[in-house]
């Protein structure tokens, strides 16, 4: 265990560096974000990445209520900095093949009645039916929602890990911050 550091936790710090964990985490149980060919560029399927990452997320979300099963803590594996994000990698590479399959036939059976327009905001664009996400999860053996609720899994136990890493420090609000000091919160940290 790394030894205590007398200096009180910076709140921003810890709140940017649990953002980025989250979303590299996160990123790496998408498959295609684990290859050359993460939107379909080289084998002519482009627009895969946004089907798998936010269509077909958005319309299980929205349409179907869909909710993550509880996890208790006590029964997942635990984390490991050093290896767990490796394997997340693995896991997520090994489905590459399927994912890129899926899409050629789901883009073959999809080709006359799959698109239709849809209100995003005060636009109106054209996106995959509810029936052709429904064929789209069916032909990735229902793996997307899944992966989904694992990554957040995976994201929480990973903040927990650096939280008792850290020996648990508690973390008071922040005091209120000038513009400026807002501002250079978004920029890289020194």
């Not at 993550?68 to 997520?92: A, M, R």
């Not at 999809?110 to 996106?127: D, I, Y």
């Not at 903040?159 to 890493?165: C, F, N, R, T, V």
Request: charged share 20%.
């Amino acid at each position: 265990m790394a030894p205590s550091d007398s200096s009180a936790p910076d709140l921003l710090r810890v709140q940017r560096a649990a953002a980025d964990l989250g979303h590299y985490l996160s990123d790496a149980h998408v498959p295609l974000h684990t290859s050359g060919n993460y939107d379909g560029q080289r084998t002519n399927q482009r627009g895969i990445h946004a089907l798998w990452e936010t269509r077909a997320l958005e319309w299980m979300m929205l349409t179907e209520r869909r909710a993550c099963p509880p996890c208790v803590l006590e029964e997942l594996s635990p984390y490991d900095p050093t290896w767990t994000p490796w394997e997340i990698i693995q896991e997520s590479h090994a489905m590459v093949p399927e994912v890129l399959a899926a899409h050629l036939e789901w883009d073959s059976l999809c080709q006359e009645r799959g698109m239709g327009f849809q209100r995003r905001g005060r636009t109106m664009h054209l996106a995959p039916t509810p029936e052709a996400l429904d064929l789209w999860d069916s032909l990735t053996s229902r793996s997307t929602w899944p992966r989904h609720c694992l990554a957040a899994e995976r994201v929480a136990l990973a903040w927990h890990a650096a939280w008792m890493d850290a020996e648990q420090p508690v973390l008071s609000s922040p005091r209120e911050q000038t513009v400026w000091q807002r501002l250079k919160s978004y920029l890289p940290l020194q």
